[in-house]
């Protein structure tokens, strides 16, 4: 088992950056492909990005690229999600996920472990 927790979110204008932090503990966290995913109200949870377990991969979806950085660091235990350029549209609760599966998994399902979601709020 892994125990996630996200930290970071907020209330911030369009244009503004915002950095999420995801903290593990439980099963060995190099071994846990890891992932960021959201859900606007009214909407399904969708796919953000995604980092290998030694986080020298990364995957995102078309909404994000070039403005949205995963990272990880496995000394810490930690994975992280840096977001530029803000819009009103990236307005959702931000989930940190974690997966033993392997390739660039992108589906709710394929996920095994879940925190439990921080809020974030783009004013326009």
């Known amino acids: 088992q892994v125990q996630l927790a996200e930290s970071g979110g907020g209330l911030v204008q369009a244009g503004d950056s915002l950095r999420l932090s995801c903290a593990a503990s439980g099963r060995t966290f190099s071994s846990v492909r890891m992932g960021w995913f959201r859900q606007a109200p009214g909407k399904e949870r969708e796919f953000v990005a995604t980092i ?14 070039g403005r949205f950085t995963i990272s990880r660091d496995n000394a810490k235990n930690t994975v992280s999600l840096g977001m530029n350029m803000l819009k009103p549209e990236d307005t959702a609760v931000y989930y940190c996920a974690g997966t033993q599966g392997y390739g660039t998994l992108q589906a709710v399902k394929d996920y095994d ?6 809020q974030v709020t783009v004013s326009s």
Request: hydrophobic share 10%; no cysteine; net charge neutral.
């Open 52 to 65: 290998s377990r030694s986080g020298g991969s990364t995957y995102y979806d078309d909404s994000v690229k």
């Open 113 to 118: 472990y879940w925190g439990q979601g921080t």
